[in-house]
């Protein structure tokens, strides 16, 4: 339903627990008086959708007053002409979540919603804080109660918590980032304007945009430039590290609210993350994938009949593969576009069979064929073996595959979700015990070099954490321990 702010009843409690934070998420915000900001917003999560189907939310000022609208669900089953038109304002921003364990609930759908001196604040973040207790206990101290069991609800709260000291929004937004730690890309909505902040190290994206031929210029916030194309709006430049621009009727103004910003985007964002449509620091993730995908070929060639590619962040480097090693590209899995969240369990033989749900093979295109299949990572391992076998069943005479990044050794605490260190395959196992386990003639990933050479950048301004286990903002002991298990992970 839709429903204005109330403040928070649940306070703080010796049992109370913080979920597992926000993960890659997508964040959305604009500032276009006289239009539809709430239906423009819409489209904008829609095109974020592959960052985040667990759940979606939209919150709008119109004058002093906020209109929130939250449900768990796709964007599309979330909202509707009717819950669009009991939205209205000339500020908009908007959240669409991942999915992850143990946090699937409502309560923490976003935007944050708290109330302030100045009037009410929502809050759409990406990326995760790693210093959530000692933030928790400081909010705490100050008073401070809890709807929801998120990072993102501190950040919004520790502004609050400013305001009531009696400084304006910019000065509380400014002395709140202060306290945080982590990854943190946010897209704010009051009722004077609309922010939109990156952590100092840039680990989450963040793009503005103008939507064309108005004056003055109506301003555009997004995880990613794809969400400006489906409304119209010109990509303007992003977000820097450590930056806040503010957007009133006045129009944008920046900020450097950090003293010493270093970028770290995560190089996991254009491998896989990210849609290759979108562009990120001027370039295009699609020519990125490409890229890879040749450099591959040219480190871990082997002779094949053909080239496939898993759909669908495996197939840009796939054809890049084809491209440098002269290898026919073909499309040999076809992907159940459709498939999306099920309450329906299905039975243990159609669990060990699962993969078909998703993906199913072309038995004459495969069948009697050596194919290599390339991929963008491998995680756990369960999945590549399930599309081995399929493979396999269909005909293939024989599978080599192609990681087109480095082996996941380490785990992401800056907001993609990835499982405990122990659970991480490249950090037990050699590539010869992968490739043994997942059943396939050769495996090969691509080197942490190549991966970085390829941006075409300078490689010391991405995050690489997940390969290399180099974290770029300190990470506290307790946080290390709970998912760093391995005192010794496999070095490939």
């Known amino acids: 339903m839709i429903d204005n702010y109330s403040p928070s009843t649940e306070k703080y409690s010796e049992n109370y627990q913080i979920d597992k934070p926000e993960e890659a998420c997508g964040v959305f915000g604009i500032y276009a008086p006289e239009e539809d900001v709430a239906k423009l917003t819409y489209f904008g999560l829609y095109a974020l959708q592959h960052r985040g189907q667990e759940s979606a939310g939209i919150a709008t000022f119109q004058g002093e007053k906020i209109y929130t609208h939250k449900g768990m669900g796709l964007v599309s089953q979330v909202f509707n002409e009717s ?26 759908a976003q935007p944050a919603v708290v109330d302030t001196p100045l009037g009410p604040l929502a809050l759409a973040h990406n990326g995760n804080l790693v210093n959530t207790v000692e933030l928790r206990e400081e909010l705490i101290k100050s008073g401070c109660y809890f709807n929801s069991t998120t990072d993102s609800e501190m950040i919004a709260l520790a502004i609050a918590t400013e305001v009531k000291t009696g400084k304006s929004w910019l000065e509380a937004a400014i002395s709140a980032f202060h306290l945080c730690q ?11 304007g609309l922010m939109g902040v990156r952590d100092p190290q840039g680990i989450r994206p963040l793009v503005i945009g103008t939507l064309e031929n108005i004056n003055p210029k109506r301003y555009v916030l997004a995880s990613e430039t794809c969400a400006l194309d489906i409304i119209g709006a010109e990509y303007l430049r992003d977000v820097e590290p450590g930056e806040l621009v503010w957007i009133t009727e006045k129009g ?7 003293q010493k910003p270093q970028r770290k985007l995560c190089i996991f964002e254009m491998i896989y993350f990210a ?24 480190e871990s060639f082997v002779d094949a009949d053909m080239v496939i590619g898993i759909p669908d962040s495996g197939i840009p480097a796939a054809i ?18 459709y498939v999306g969240r099920t309450f329906i369990q299905p039975t243990q033989h159609m669990r060990e069979s699962g993969i078909r749900m998703k993906l199913n093979p072309l038995k004459d295109v495969l069948e009697g064929k050596r194919v290599i299949m390339v991929d963008d990572s491998i995680v756990r391992g369960n999945t590549s073996k399930k599309i081995v076998k399929a493979l396999r069943d269909t005909g293939a005479k024989e599978v080599h595959m192609r990681i087109s990044s480095p082996p996941v050794t380490h785990p992401c605490f800056y907001g993609i979700d990835t499982d ?20 396939v003639e050769s495996l090969a990933y691509l080197s942490w070099e190549g991966m970085l050479k390829s941006t075409e950048e300078d490689p010391n301004s991405f995050c690489s954490a997940c390969f290399t286990g180099n974290y770029p903002v300190p990470l506290p002991e307790k946080l290390k321990r709970s998912k760093l298990m391995l005192e010794n992970p496999i070095q490939v």
């Open 320 to 337: 890049g593969f084809s491209q440098e090693s002269g290898i026919l590209y073909a499309e040999g899995l076809i992907k159940n576009r």
């Open 252 to 258: 944008m103004a920046s900020f450097h609210w950090s």
């Open 420 to 439: 405990n260190q122990e659970q991480l395959i490249g950090a037990t196992k050699s590539v010869a015990e992968i490739a043994e386990q997942i059943g």
């Open 275 to 298: 849609r290759p449509d979108s562009r990120m620091e001027g370039g295009s993730l699609y020519s990125y994938r490409l890229r890879i995908g040749r450099q591959l070929a040219r």
């Open 182 to 192: 982590g990854a943190f890309s946010l897209t704010i909505a009051t009722s004077e």
């Open 83 to 108: 819950t669009l038109q009991q939205l209205p304002g000339n500020i908009g921003i908007g959240h669409t979540r991942y999915s992850t364990t143990g946090s699937s609930r409502i309560i923490n």
